[in-house]
């Protein structure tokens, strides 16, 4: 592999490090996925940069923190002048390509929690109304939303769209997903909105969980397939004198959960375990305020929201969530065989990833938010290059999501722009160095109260081989946990007398790691 390399990077959306069998689980088969990684590098501490979609899918294509990118929560879009690695790819003569999810922009018409600020005085003009000029609304800001009102949404996406030139996206979630998928469903389905959601579902007795349904739209005009059905278009499209860049993004494994025809009944709740943690005899006050809630019936469990899920509830959630997990795997081998198919498979480096992970009923609760639990923070990432001679290795080096623009740019022989973190992870693959990090950084902020936290949180969580440490602002609380001999999070050392000097070590590192993250773009352009 001489010349420069393909890339595919295989995403799925909310899918746990643990949800994978080349990662150890020793249920659900992924044998597509695990293919991929006997034929490479997978990581055992891969964190990603904020634990939500949008802060870390633009962390992943910026290489940059949420507070350097500045998508700091769901609902803030990443400014169109953002430059990302797929721009420097383009510029550097690939073809470059985007078939699924992306959700670096709103999809919903869902209003902010967060109004703007108030003060004394006449408000400011609309123009100046931000720390700075221009706005984050208007037509290039609706690239991923429905057509409706006069807003032509995904019908007039313009390209490049943060660097990709070929773009068909999917939005929103489960049988409900929108963008371009939409288009391509009707035509195979006059009546698809009569196929969607738990009203139109095929009747599934059994089970009772939340959010749980067996969608009518059947397997082959499911999104996963839509995904792999397109992504084997752009393949044969591809000028084979020029390298390419395609990102195969699938909305599932994300709730709700409604895998299509057999993938629904492919395993057995009765089968599935619970997490270790999920009885945990020593709650936290924010899990514990989870379940109270959920018990005492304040808790809408068909929302985003955490909720508190039974034992039987639980187990449902897990299976059917394996079950969408099998049918990416399916999807992904589709696409890899189109690969070898059209002789591709030795010019083209393979990366599978997703955003963050899911509580999946650690402590008891489901679905997410700025807890940074292993489960939440920790997400696969498998690195294959048919060039670099690295099969079935493993590697427990500090990484995540922030590496991967920086990984690819390196393996493509294009230099960074100024202002990209994170690090090329390249050497630490290779064996060339031992670790390229003591810690790391997680930063959250969130738009609505949660837990038993008064407002909106600030979370800021630091992590090293053996530790996490977590704060939030505003609060007292704080998380400490040795992961090395507690790798449930079950026992929080933060108050433990026994614990206080290695809590103020990894306080002071976290500030280092702050500073360390701080802006470095533009360069100047003068000495004064």
Aim: aromatic share 8%; hydrophobic share 35%.
């Amino acid at each position: 592999m001489a010349k420069q390399p393909n890339f595919i990077l295989f995403m799925t959306d909310q899918q746990r490090w643990d949800h994978l069998g080349c990662n150890g689980n020793e249920i659900l088969k992924t044998p597509n996925i695990d293919a991929i990684a006997a034929r490479g590098v997978g990581f055992d501490r891969f964190n990603v940069a904020s634990a939500v979609c949008m802060p870390n899918r633009s962390t992943l294509v910026t290489g940059r923190m949420p507070s350097l990118h500045g998508v700091r929560y769901n609902g803030v879009p990443l400014r169109r002048d953002a430059v990302t690695f797929v721009d420097l790819l383009r510029a550097g003569g690939y073809s470059t390509g985007l078939v699924g999810k992306s959700h670096l922009q709103n999809f919903t018409n869902m209003p902010a929690a967060v109004s703007a600020v108030s003060g004394d005085g006449d408000a400011p003009p609309a123009d100046l109304s931000e720390a700075r000029r221009g706005t984050i609304s208007g037509s290039e800001y609706e690239d991923e939303k429905m057509p409706a009102d006069g807003r032509r949404g995904y019908l007039d996406l313009a390209t490049p769209f943060y660097g990709f030139d070929h773009v068909e996206l999917c939005t929103l979630h489960g049988d409900r997903v929108r963008g371009h998928y939409d288009l391509w469903l009707k035509e195979r389905h006059s009546d698809a909105d009569g196929l969607r959601g738990p009203d139109n579902a095929i009747p599934e007795p059994d089970y009772s969980a939340p959010q749980s349904w067996h969608t009518a739209i059947p397997e082959e005009h499911y999104t996963s397939s839509y995904v792999a059905d397109r992504s084997e278009a752009f393949l044969e499209a591809q000028d084979p004198h020029k390298p390419f860049f395609l990102q195969c993004s699938f909305p599932d494994p994300h709730h709700p959960y409604n895998p299509p025809g057999k993938y629904f009944r492919m395993y057995d709740p009765d089968a599935m375990e619970l997490p270790a943690s999920y009885h945990n005899s020593s709650p936290q006050p924010t899990t514990a305020y989870i379940q109270a809630r959920t018990a005492a019936g304040d808790v809408d469990r068909n929302t985003i929201q955490p909720f508190a899920a039974s034992e039987r509830e639980t187990k449902e959630i897990i299976a059917l969530t394996y079950g969408m997990i099998a049918m990416i795997d399916d999807c992904v081998g589709r696409v890899m065989a189109k690969l070898e198919a059209l002789g591709l498979e030795q010019d083209t480096v393979i990366l599978f990833t997703s955003d963050h992970g899911d509580f999946m009923g650690d402590h008891g609760i489901m679905l997410k938010g700025p807890l940074h639990y292993q489960g939440l923070v920790k997400v696969p990432f498998i690195w294959s290059d048919p060039g670099d001679g690295l099969n079935g290795v493993r590697q427990d080096g500090l990484a995540g999501t922030i590496d991967i623009a920086r990984t690819v740019l390196a393996r493509a022989g294009l230099a960074p722009f100024n202002g990209m973190q994170g690090h090329d992870l390249g050497p630490l693959m290779r064996g060339e160095v031992d670790g390229l990090r003591d810690g790391m950084m997680v930063e959250q902020d969130a738009q609505r109260p949660n837990f038993h936290f008064d407002g909106p949180i600030k979370a800021r969580t630091y992590l090293t081989q053996r530790w996490r440490l977590s704060r939030y602002m505003g609060s007292e609380f704080g998380e400490l946990y040795d992961l090395q001999n507690d790798p449930n999070e079950m026992q929080n050392l933060w108050d433990e007398p026994g614990h206080a000097e290695i809590k103020g070590k990894l306080l002071g590192d976290m500030v280092l790691a702050m500073i360390e993250n701080q802006e470095s773009s533009p360069h100047p352009t003068d000495f004064a």
